[in-house]
């Protein structure tokens, strides 16, 4: 069993060892030059204001290699940046083992793989359903197309995609850069002996996409359509998109679901004997769907008729509950994180968001494990999301969080508490800049209350975030570094994740004299966050572990 020493704090009591230490995520804020789209910068924030000029504040890597992706163009995300945070160590993350084994040919020689092909070259339909785009946080479109390339190979005659539009890891409305260019592949490798076809589609935050259980009606509405070809009928993808535009002005995520048809007919309804693989790599807004799939037992809703299909997903979404039950690579497998050494020491843990991120401070933090380490000692809240549009209600529930978080504090019961507060990522996908300064100001309020309590109780917060995304909400010009510009003059709304580093503060008015915080050469990433929030604990670190922001005196 693995275990923490304890540092020799030099004080004459033990209170340094002994008092609360919290770790506040600000998820998608981080750190950008000044400019119009800067809604971290423009947002009044005292709060934040006086931790960045008054405290020890290092700036973190939050994006590429860091975070375990392939190379330092991927932007980080809320999946791997929370992995970093709870693993205290880089592990190569899913876009990267997708694409290696795709290149090595490993998922091609896969048991899963194989069945999949088997099972469609008896004469039945091979179908592909996920995130098209290649914003690489959640799927990437040339994964896709590897997959579809290797089917004819192998000779699978009949190829259906269900394509799920993107607008938030992406241009927000972007989904036409990638039907057209991908029409065109589909065209150059139909022939007589190979029929592969778009079937189905619509935006990821309107059908199929929910994670933790926060909205069943997105993923029924999402089996309607792939499933049953109930829907709105198209000739095309290219149409639906095109009129829905016209008559709705969406943006690409919030695209009502669509049916290809011929003839009045869907050309790609779910069968019996088909096989499904749903090529999403990243597991929160994956599981949900697999379950519909999977789950012969499913009751989340009626889904009038249950074919029956091979299904495997990328990966193995959930390795405790074993969702889906095949797959074609296998995860990382990451170890040794904060959660389990604490654990294992019996540090009592208390974890906390609203349903949009309460998997993030729990499965993703313990290294995509659901379950916790050590039912005694660890306490996982979740406090229910509103089901609206996150603009129309940029504050979410941060001052319910807060409440509860304080509530706990004031308990004494837990010594490690983690929260994070959605806003300014959720928000900062919409597009909204007004609705995003407004969520950013809401959370500057609640880190007020929460820092009067960290002074009372004697302790001590790190506060950071998992990604960049508040820090830039209007594209940017490559050319210029200025707001790009829409063709009537108004600025570009950026609805993706940002390429910048994110804040890390250690906010400590008690016994921050018994160490130092390291000189910041920009060689920390959020690796490093474990190692230096059991240093303030009072315990050493593991040596597998990045290491520690700062050095006990």
Same mark, same amino acid.
């Given at each position: 069993m693995?275990?923490?020493?304890?540092?020799?704090?030099?004080?004459?009591c033990?209170?340094a060892?002994?008092r609360p230490?919290?770790?506040?995520?600000? &998820?998608?804020i981080g750190?950008?030059?000044?400019?119009?789209?800067n809604?971290?910068?423009?947002a009044?924030?005292?709060?934040?204001?006086?931790?960045?000029?008054? =405290?020890?504040?290092?700036?973190?890597?939050? *994006?590429?290699v860091?975070?375990?992706?392939?190379?330092?163009?991927?932007?980080?995300?809320?999946?791997?940046?929370? $992995?970093?945070?709870?693993?205290?160590?880089?592990?190569?993350?899913?876009?990267?083992?997708?694409?290696?084994?795709? %290149?090595?040919?490993?998922?091609?020689?896969?048991?899963?793989?194989? +069945?999949?092909v088997?099972?469609?070259?008896?004469?039945?339909?091979? *179908?592909?359903?996920g995130?098209?785009?290649?914003? $690489?946080?959640?799927?990437?479109?040339?994964?896709?197309?590897?997959?579809?390339?290797q089917?004819?190979?192998?000779?699978?005659?009949?190829v259906?995609?269900?394509?799920?539009?993107?607008g938030?890891?992406?241009?927000e409305?972007?989904?036409l850069?990638?039907i057209?260019?991908?029409?065109?592949f589909?065209?150059?490798?139909?022939?007589?002996?190979f029929?592969?076809?778009?079937?189905?589609?619509?935006?990821?935050?309107?059908?199929?996409?929910?994670r =933790? %259980?926060?909205?069943?009606?997105?993923? +029924?509405r999402?089996?309607k359509?792939?499933?049953l070809?109930?829907?709105? @009928?198209?000739?095309?993808?290219?149409?639906?998109?095109t009129? =829905?535009?016209?008559?709705l002005?969406?943006?690409?995520?919030?695209?009502p679901?669509?049916?290809?048809? +011929?003839?009045?007919?869907?050309?790609?309804?779910?069968?019996?004997g088909?096989?499904?693989?749903?090529?999403?790599?990243?597991?929160?807004?994956?599981?949900?769907i697999?379950?519909?799939?999977?789950?012969?037992d499913?009751?989340k809703?009626?889904?009038?008729?249950?074919?029956?299909?091979? =299904?495997?997903?990328?990966?193995?979404y959930?390795g405790?509950?074993?969702?889906?039950?095949r797959?074609?690579?296998?995860?990382?497998?990451?170890?040794?994180?904060?959660?389990?050494?604490?654990?294992?020491?019996?540090?009592?843990q208390?974890?906390?968001?609203?349903? @949009?991120?309460?998997?993030?401070?729990?499965?993703?933090?313990?290294?995509?494990?659901?379950?916790?380490?050590?039912?005694?000692? +660890?306490?996982? %809240?979740?406090?229910?999301?509103d089901v609206?549009?996150?603009e129309?209600?940029p504050?979410?529930?941060?001052?319910?969080i807060?409440?509860r978080?304080?509530?706990?504090?004031n308990?004494?019961?837990?010594?490690?508490?983690?929260?994070?507060?959605?806003?300014?990522?959720?928000?900062?996908?919409?597009?909204?800049y007004?609705?995003?300064?407004?969520?950013?100001?809401a959370?500057?309020l609640?880190?007020?209350?929460?820092?009067?309590v960290?002074?009372?109780?004697?302790?001590?917060?790190?506060?950071?975030a &998992?990604?960049?995304n508040?820090?830039?909400m209007?594209?940017i010009?490559?050319?210029?570094?200025?707001?790009?510009?829409?063709e009537?003059?108004?600025f570009?709304?950026?609805?993706?994740?940002?390429l910048?580093?994110?804040?890390?503060?250690?906010?400590?008015?008690?016994?921050a004299?018994?160490?130092t915080?390291?000189?910041?050469?920009?060689?920390?990433?959020?690796? $490093?966050?474990?190692?230096?929030?059991?240093?303030?604990?009072?315990?050493?670190?593991p040596e597998?572990?990045?290491?520690?922001m700062?050095t006990?005196?």
């Open positions: 693995n275990t923490l020493k304890k540092l020799n704090f030099k004080t004459e033990d209170c060892s002994n230490v919290f770790c506040i995520v600000m &998820d998608g750190l950008a030059a000044d400019s119009d789209g809604a971290v910068k423009n009044v924030t005292p709060t934040l204001d006086k931790l960045m000029t008054q =405290y020890p504040m290092l700036k973190l890597k939050a *994006h590429g860091a975070v375990g992706l392939p190379s330092d163009d991927d932007m980080g995300n809320s999946e791997v940046g929370h $992995n970093a945070l709870g693993a205290g160590q880089v592990f190569a993350q899913g876009a990267k083992l997708v694409t290696k084994s795709i %290149e090595t040919g490993a998922m091609f020689a896969s048991d899963s793989w194989k +069945e999949i088997n099972v469609a070259n008896t004469g039945k339909t091979l *179908h592909f359903l995130l098209f785009s290649d914003g $690489n946080v959640h799927s990437h479109i040339d994964h896709l197309k590897a997959m579809i390339e089917a004819k190979n192998e000779g699978v005659k009949t259906r995609i269900h394509i799920l539009l993107d938030r890891d992406v241009g409305t972007s989904a850069e990638y057209r260019p991908f029409e065109e589909l065209s150059s490798i139909n022939d007589a002996s029929d592969a076809k778009i079937a189905s589609g619509g935006g990821r935050m309107n059908i199929t996409m929910d =933790y %259980e926060a909205n069943w009606s997105m993923v +029924e999402g089996w359509t792939h499933v070809g109930e829907g709105r @009928q198209f000739a095309n993808a290219e149409e639906a998109v009129a =829905y535009r016209n008559e002005g969406c943006i690409d995520q919030d695209l679901a669509f049916v290809i048809a +011929e003839n009045g007919e869907p050309v790609g309804k779910i069968t019996d088909d096989s499904v693989v749903f090529f999403n790599f990243r597991g929160d807004r994956s599981i949900e697999s379950k519909a799939f999977d789950d012969k499913f009751d809703f009626d889904r009038g008729y249950l074919p029956n299909v091979t =299904y495997a997903g990328m990966l193995e959930d405790d509950l074993h969702i889906p039950s797959y074609l690579v296998s995860p990382p497998e990451i170890t040794g994180t904060l959660g389990e050494f604490l654990a294992n020491t019996g540090v009592t208390y974890a906390l968001s609203e349903t @949009q991120k309460y998997g993030h401070v729990t499965y993703f933090w313990n290294g995509n494990k659901s379950g916790k380490f050590d039912e005694k000692t +660890e306490k996982y %809240e979740e406090i229910l999301s609206v549009p996150f129309q209600r504050w979410m529930k941060c001052a319910e807060t409440d978080l304080i509530e706990t504090a308990s004494g019961e837990y010594r490690f508490m983690r929260v994070n507060f959605p806003n300014g990522d959720m928000v900062g996908h919409t597009g909204n007004l609705a995003t300064i407004c969520s950013v100001e959370l500057d609640c880190l007020k209350r929460i820092l009067d960290v002074d009372k109780l004697g302790g001590v917060a790190l506060i950071t &998992d990604h960049g508040a820090d830039e209007y594209e010009n490559k050319k210029t570094k200025a707001p790009a510009q829409n009537d003059g108004t570009k709304s950026k609805t993706s994740h940002t910048n580093p994110v804040p890390c503060i250690i906010y400590d008015n008690k016994f004299d018994l160490y915080v390291k000189e910041d050469k920009g060689q920390f990433g959020l690796s $490093n966050v474990a190692a230096t929030l059991v240093n303030l604990m009072g315990f050493e670190a597998i572990w990045d290491e520690s700062i006990v005196k």
